[in-house]
Structures are given as C-alpha cells and as structure tokens.
C-alpha cells in the first residue's frame, strides 16, 4: 500500500545538560539526576525486558506514547510522573499505553511499574516552537539568562532546567527572520588509553544563516544502562566517560538545538566486554550492505507471467526461484517480495487475514524457504513486506468483534461506529488495529518473531500509520539480534525523526515526485533539488534512502513518461545516492503496473541499459552512495536546456594516503536527458571521451552527446574543457 501520511503529531525523548557551543566550560553530570523521588530507595532493572526504551526528545505539547516493551497481556502495568518542570500539571492515566503531553519545556521522568521492576524514562521537552513540524519556531538567542556550571547541572536557570544558558521566549513569538530550519548532528566516537569521548558534530540548516558555533547540543544518557551519572562530563562540545566507570554498556543520545528546532537524534552506543574491549557501535546507521543494494520489487503473484499457471506448475514461490538466475544477472541484491501471507484474496496480499500463515495460492512453507536459501546462494537478501497497521475485515477475530461488541476482540480494533472500523482513506476492506491495546502489540511482535529468522529485511507497510514507540522496539528487538536485518519504511512524504532509532532505510518519496514531475516537463534540475532536499527536512548524513520511479501503486513511468524519459530516470536511480529499486517489468518495458509481466515481449535493449547501469555503478567508487554529489557547470549546445541536468560524483582519498589507499579515489560526471531528442552538453568538469557506461565515444567539437544516460570521467577541480 502507499498513501501519503497525514502531519506527524509525535515527535518522541532525558536530558542531563547541553553544552552550549559558546560556552564551552565544562559541565559536570551530577544533580540533575537527583529529581528522581528517593532514588537511592529504589531498584532499577538493568535493562528490564518491559523497559520503554530509549529517552525521547520533544517539543511541548508533542504526544508520548508510553508503553512496556514485551508485553504481557495479562500482567499489570502503571505510569507515574516521577519528576516534571516545577510549573507543569501533566499526567498519566491508568492503562498500560498511555499517551503524555508535555506543558512546560524541561526535563520529564516516567517510571513505568512492571512485573520485572520499576522503570524510568527521560523526556527532554523544548519550547513548543522548535517542534520539527512547527511553520513558525521560535527560540531566542542565547544570553538572556546567566547560567553557573552548577546551575547547568541541576537544571535550575533558563528553560526550567536544559542547561543551555538560554530562556525561553512564549511559543508563540515570531519566527527568526534569518531563514533556516531543522539542524543536524552526528556522534563519533574516540576510545583513548582512559576514557571514551563522545564528540558531536553539529550542522546548522542548509538555508539559514546560523553556523555551527550557533548551535547548541543537549546531551542524554539512556535510562536502561547502569552508568553513574556523576562520571559523565561534558567540555568542548564532547561528552567524557572515564573507562574505569564504565560497566558493560553506555549508551549517549544528543540533539543539535538551534533558534529554528532541533535536529533528529542520534546516539552512540558503547559496550565493553568481559576482557574490557570497548566496542562502540552506532545504532541509528544503516547496515552497511543496504546502503548501495539494487533492490528489485515482485509483484508476486503477477511475477510468473502471462499465460503460466503457478498452481499447475511449481507454484509462485517456486516461478521466482526458476527466475533467480535472471534477477542475478541484472546485478540485483535485495528481492522485495510484496506480501505473501494469507489475505482475503485481494491480489496484492495486504489484507491479511493470518499473520502466522502464508497463503496457500503462492506455496507452502517449504518453498517459501527454499526460495529464500536460493536468493542467499546467490548473495540476494531478501526482504519480506511487513503489514502491522490493519487486518483484512476478513481476518476472524475483526469478524468475531463485529458480530457481537462484548467479544474480546472488539478492543484489537479502532472504530468510527457500531459497526464501522476507522481506516484510512476510505479503505472497505480493512480495520485499523488499536496499538492502545496490549494483545494487539503482543500479536504482531509474535508475528515479527515469527518471519524475521527466515529474511534479510522487513520492507514495513503504512510505516507512519503506526505508533513510533512500537517501531522502536521492533528496531530494538531485531538489531539485537541481527544488527544487519534491514527495515525500510514505506513513509510518503518521508519523515526525518524515522531514521532515529526507527528504520534504516527511506522511501526517497521526494526524488520519485521530482522525478515524474520532470518526466512530465519541469526542468530536469529539479532532481538534484529533490536529493538535497533531504538536509533541508532534517535528514542526517548517514540516513538511508532507497530510489525509485515507479512500484505496483504507480503508473509505470514509461507509460506516464514516455520511453526516453523512463531511460534517463533509471539512469538517475543508479547515479545518484541511494539504494536503486527497480520493479519487475520496469527493465523490459511492462506497461501495466499490476498485470501479469509479459515476459515474452521484452524490450531487450531496455533491460541491458539496466545491466550496464547495475553493472557500472557496481565497479565505480564514484557512483555509492556515500560519494559526494556536486552540481556541475553546463551548456546545452543542441537539445532543450531544460530536459538535460548533469552533476558529479566524487569519491577523494584521505590526504594522507598512499598506494593501495589510493585506488579508492575516484569522480566521474553524469549527464541525464530526459528529452525526447539527443542532446549535445558542454561540462566543464569531463574530462573523457568515452561513456563508461556503454564504452563508445560520446565527445564531439561541441560537447558531450547524450541520447539519455552518459557517465564520463571528471576533470580535476577547476578544470576546464
């Protein structure tokens, strides 16, 4: 499925200082911690297996949800405010999810009663302006209020208590007028001989005025790790934990905080083990294997083809195994599989009816695995498309609860009427779970456990119509199993605080609308636009993103687009950063989006463009995802200047390398054409005469001749053809 999320109302995290970026003293981590009520008389589990999570980050009036992890159905749980703002009157009620709104900026400490302990989570609220969707923020400049280091520390001066050296204007002030938005920050992490040192590296928004010093860095350490708070210190924008303080885990969480918000968390997680080796590991990255993955979606039961009959032949699961050898050869490595459980037989499976079944028209268990070890002999992970936000209306217990309102299962499930399920966008066919309800988390976890032993990934549907709180323990739970299991969210428009702790991997929602947009005639720039449009939302540099043209939801581009442009897009995919996702049929030339693939009228010509793109991209540092992007100077000589964009891409190797390390350096430059003509390109910055993509000569006297695609060599900086 994919519709567009409505406006995100959370925005989910404890605080114990920020280091203000002009006032770098340092700041010792001690009384802050002393709010907790008679703290030295309670026990706190180490890690708890119902413990919330980690602390949240918020702005006032943000809903928290609050709910145990692990959830025992029929086990009692309790929320209370164990430590607030001195002027805040916010509450918990008395069920086991509950949903707090912060009133006052400040620090807020929710402990959680379970049947493994008492449990505590930090809530850092900001003003209500700096919230990450707020279209007039407002955060005053720093010096409107002295704060002592002690002051800092205990949280007694400013905001209520955020140790910034900041007051805090009214929500409503008026907005800086300097431009500018959301920050950004990344942690690092140095190990010396005594200590671990976390260091931030804070970046101001692409389009404001604020510079790096501007910005400010509110640091938290996670409420489930047993490290004494009083030997954390903070001093030169960097967080100190002295090693011989350090247990078997620390775990810091920071935010870069500015007049216009504050950026998407990011976190650092340090462990030690036995023999005292420190690891140190950065949660919130994507595994490293996705980041440049060519990802081929199957519509699964189209797949086969016209005039196959699965059932009387090998079955579904089986018709795409006999395809692996294909899908290999396109240079694939991640098999998007849409879903395959039972379902009320809609054909495209999302409304389901067994989470714990496959369905019986695509194979058996068996050949569901099989297919799976295929993939893997073949170095192909496989991503199986996780659906948690509704069932079928079919599913037995929706049936169950709409045909008598006191059956058990009435509460599994949100309701407009009697009678009538809430949905979205008028969906018939399916009803909303209610994630306020413990059997519905312990349902779909159970179904999480179930399916992820046998896959690489979970491709989530309707990532934003489910709680965060619930993503993050499903982030939790299998990173702590699989630290490289990937989770792609499926979020249209995308929402940056998704790559805290959520997902590692994003629908570009963005450049796919760019994309379409230029393949119906706005200029072709509008694809560079789109890409640096991710720091513009908030992204941080390590957030991944998956590309795309069309999927089974979307008229396929060639249709909408036309032939030369649906070449060109696909040169984009495979050019820009991302993980290029390709859908079945797209390589050869398949006009509808949900019909069965027309194997037999393939456009070769198309499909081997899609190999050499795979192929190329494969061997050329230059075209990963981690490369630099950089707009280019251009003249289009002969063509129509707005159909063509090109940019370079750029991969230097470390100042200091020598040899082997050298080999990594690498830059080419790209031309796109989205035209429906050849058109003839000067780019000061090429520097061939061949297109690495199809190895033939593309330099006339005028420039670069480019029929869709071409990728040349680059120039060195400031050379010129």
């Known amino acids: 499925m994919n519709r567009s999320a409505p406006s995100a109302s959370e925005r989910d995290g404890r605080e114990f200082g920020r280091e203000s970026r002009r006032d770098r003293s340092a700041v010792a981590v001690t009384a802050e911690f002393a709010v907790t009520a008679n703290p030295k008389a309670e026990t706190r589990a180490d890690e708890g297996m119902h413990h919330p999570g980690p602390p949240r980050f918020v702005a006032v009036g943000d809903e928290v949800e609050l709910a145990p992890r692990e959830p025992d159905p029929a086990a009692t749980y309790t929320w209370t405010v164990a430590a607030a703002p001195a002027e805040s009157s916010a509450a918990v009620g008395d069920d086991p999810v509950e949903y707090f709104t912060p009133d006052e900026p400040g620090r807020y400490v929710l402990a959680l009663g379970a049947p493994d302990g008492r449990h505590e989570l930090t809530v850092r609220a900001f003003p209500g302006g700096l919230a990450p969707a707020s279209e007039a923020p407002s955060y005053p400049q720093s010096g409107a209020t002295e704060t002592t280091v002690d002051e800092a520390a205990a949280g007694t001066s400013g905001d209520a208590g955020d140790g910034s050296g900041r007051a805090d204007g009214t929500d409503d002030a008026p907005a800086d007028p300097d431009g500018g938005g959301r920050p950004r920050l990344a942690l690092s992490t140095t190990v010396t001989d005594d200590a671990v040192v976390v260091e931030c590296d804070p970046q101001p928004h692409p389009d404001g005025t604020e510079t790096a010093a501007d910005l400010e860095v509110a640091f938290l350490l996670d409420d489930r790790d047993d490290l004494d708070r009083e030997d954390a210190r903070i001093a030169e924008g960097e967080l100190t934990v002295p090693l011989d303080a350090l247990s078997d885990r620390a775990r810091v969480h920071a935010v870069a905080v500015g007049r216009h918000g504050y950026s998407v968390p990011d976190a650092v997680d340090v462990r030690r083990d036995e023999e005292v080796a420190v690891d140190v590991h950065r949660p919130y990255d994507p595994p490293a294997w996705a980041e440049d993955s060519v990802i081929y979606e199957v519509y699964v039961r189209t797949f086969p083809g016209q005039g196959s009959d699965p059932a009387a032949e090998s079955g579904v699961f089986g018709a795409i195994r006999e395809r692996l050898d294909y899908i290999e050869g396109l240079g694939v490595d991640a098999l998007w599989l849409t879903p395959v459980l039972e379902n009320d037989d809609a054909p495209h499976g999302y409304n389901v009816t067994d989470f714990f079944a496959l369905a019986d028209d695509l194979g058996t268990r068996a050949e569901y695995e099989r297919l799976v070890q295929a993939a893997h002999d073949r170095e192909i992970r496989v991503l199986f498309d996780l659906v948690c936000n509704h069932s079928a209306r079919a599913h037995p217990y929706y049936q169950a609860a709409v045909s008598d309102p006191s059956n058990e299962y009435r509460e599994w499930y949100e309701w407009r009427g009697p009678a009538e399920p809430e949905t979205y966008f008028d969906w018939e066919l399916i009803a909303n779970f209610?994630?306020?309800?413990?059997?519905?988390?312990?349902?779909?976890?159970?179904?999480?456990?179930?399916?992820?032993?046998?896959?690489?990934?979970?491709?989530?549907?309707?990532?934003?119509?489910?709680?965060?709180?619930?993503?993050?323990?499903?982030?939790?739970?299998?990173?702590?199993?699989?630290?490289?299991?990937?989770?792609?969210?499926?979020?249209?428009?995308?929402?940056?605080?998704?790559?805290?702790?959520?997902?590692?991997?994003?629908?570009?929602?963005?450049?796919?609308?760019?994309?379409?947009?230029?393949?119906?005639?706005?200029?072709?720039?509008?694809?560079?636009?789109?890409?640096?449009?991710?720091?513009?939302?908030?992204?941080?540099d390590h957030a991944g993103f998956m590309l795309y043209a069309e999927n089974h939801d979307e008229t396929r581009y060639l249709v909408e687009c036309g032939r030369p442009a649906a070449e060109a897009a696909l040169g984009a995919l495979f050019t820009l950063p991302g993980a290029p996702m390709v859908y079945?049929?797209?390589?050869?030339?398949?006009?509808?989006?949900?019909?069965?693939?027309?194997?037999?009228?393939?456009?070769?010509?198309?499909?081997?463009?899609?190999?050499?793109?795979?192929?190329?991209?494969?061997?050329?540092?230059?075209?990963?995802?981690?490369?630099?992007?950089?707009?280019?100077?251009?003249?289009?000589?002969e063509g129509w200047d707005d159909r063509v964009v090109a940019f370079r891409r750029t991969v230097e190797a470390p100042a200091d390398a020598a040899g082997d390390d050298r080999e990594a350096e690498d830059a080419v430059v790209v031309v796109l054409n989205f035209g429906a003509e050849p058109a003839t390109v000067a780019v000061d910055a090429a520097a061939g005469e061949t297109d690495l993509l199809t190895d033939e000569p593309v330099d006339d006297s005028a420039g670069l001749r480019v029929d869709s695609v071409a990728v040349v060599p680059a120039a060195s900086p400031g050379a010129r053809r």
Request: glycine fraction near 4%.
């Open 584 to 637: 079945a049929g797209q390589e050869f030339g398949q006009r509808g989006k949900r019909d069965d693939l027309a194997w037999d009228h393939a456009d070769e010509s198309l499909r081997e463009h899609v190999r050499r793109l795979a192929a190329l991209r494969r061997e050329r540092p230059a075209l990963a995802t981690a490369a630099a992007l950089d707009r280019v100077d251009y003249e289009v000589r």
């Open 434 to 540: 209610d994630f306020s309800h413990l059997p519905v988390r312990r349902h779909l976890l159970d179904a999480v456990d179930e399916w992820a032993p046998l896959v690489d990934g979970f491709r989530c549907d309707m990532a934003w119509a489910v709680p965060d709180a619930f993503w993050r323990e499903v982030h939790d739970r299998l990173k702590a199993r699989d630290a490289e299991f990937l989770l792609l969210d499926e979020t249209i428009p995308y929402i940056p605080d998704f790559q805290a702790g959520l997902f590692d991997v994003h629908f570009d929602s963005t450049t796919y609308a760019a994309l379409r947009r230029v393949g119906n005639g706005e200029p072709a720039r509008a694809v560079l636009d789109a890409v640096e449009d991710r720091a513009r939302s908030g992204f941080p």
